[in-house]
């Protein structure tokens, strides 16, 4: 069986080009600078770069590259391709240090490159999780830290992750200040349809839950109560082992800015795994559908998250 980097875009810079310019514009290229579609063509001069378009109504040149990730970027298209193509195919996360070595850029460059293709995995979606019948459980960890540790305070040191995940279906998490009832409930009511099976742990943030979902039970971790029927964590805490895996594992430190990006990523490969149909290429298809409006700076990646 051929190796999955073995693909012409992988090696080739056209065959690059053309192969997001098929995702990015499935019916035709489209000026960026003017949204014209009709009096476009590419510039084909032997001194002109690769991926080079030309609209002649707002007589502006163009790539594909303008308005995603890929902007104001020198690093090649097929060397893009193959960072996305292992990331999204690397269960725990594939660290900077080793895209630098694979494909042989600067580890600053690596770095920026895998926060961007994490930006790019940032959830679009705004449908609640679960439905009529459907299960979503929900549950929280703490990771890294964001401070002095205070031995009176317990977890409160550390960085919060809040998380749902549908039993057979998509996943959805993000970073909290804190993990109360006023911050999760919330959160749940935004997220989860009104209808679903809600399972949780028997924290007492989610105890007001009941009085907004359909169903919702809990399990009493603390009297060493892990499922009660259809009633578990199980699935949830699956998910967290995966990520706890990669950020400690592979990421090893990671400053509370950074950390929704490495959230998405995790979030991107749960909701596209292979269970739901999805492999290593397609997976990169969908997102290469999603760079369009997501560029970030070298200073914006560095900036603290307002």
């Known amino acids: 069986m051929a190796s999955g980097l073995s693909a012409k875009h992988f090696h080739d810079e056209q065959e690059a080009y053309d192969y997001v310019e098929a995702r990015i514009w499935p019916n035709g290229p489209m000026c960026p600078h003017c949204g014209g579609v009709e009096r476009v063509g590419k510039l084909q001069g032997k001194s002109t770069r690769v991926g080079v378009w030309k609209c002649y109504q ?44 694979i494909l ?20 679009n979606d705004i449908w609640p999780l679960g439905g009529l019948g459907a299960s979503v459980e929900a549950d929280e960890t703490f990771i890294g830290n964001e401070g002095l540790r205070d031995p009176t305070k317990g977890f409160h040191h550390k960085m919060k992750v809040f998380a749902l995940v549908e039993r057979g279906g998509r996943s959805r998490a993000m970073v909290v200040e804190n ?3 006023k911050t999760l409930v ?20 989610y105890q007001s839950a009941k009085l907004y979902f359909y169903h919702h039970e809990s399990v009493n971790h603390s009297i060493n109560e892990w499922g009660r029927g259809a009633a578990h964590t199980n699935t949830i805490e699956g998910y967290f082992s995966i990520f706890k895996r990669g950020m400690k594992g592979i990421y090893q430190h990671c400053a509370k800015k950074h950390l929704h990006r490495y959230v998405a990523e ?17 997976r990169t298809d969908v997102l290469l559908r999603d760079i369009i409006g997501k560029r970030l700076t070298y200073q914006t990646a560095n900036q603290a998250r307002a």
């Open 58 to 101: 707002c007589r502006k040149p163009f790539t594909v590259k303008i308005g995603t990730i890929f902007e104001d970027s020198k690093v090649p298209m097929h060397l893009w391709l193959q960072a996305m193509y292992l990331i999204v195919g690397s269960k725990k996360g594939i660290s900077s240090n080793q895209l630098h070595r």
């Open 104 to 123: 042989g850029v600067t580890l600053k460059t690596a770095w920026f490159m895998s926060h961007r293709i994490r930006e790019a995995m940032q959830d």
């Open 179 to 181: 993990v109360n009832a």
């Open 186 to 205: 919330p959160l749940l009511r935004e997220n989860v349809q009104r209808l679903s099976k809600l399972y949780t742990d028997h924290a007492f943030a």
């Open 266 to 282: 995790f979030n991107f490969r749960y909701s596209n795994r292979a269970a739901l149909g999805y492999n290593d290429e397609n």
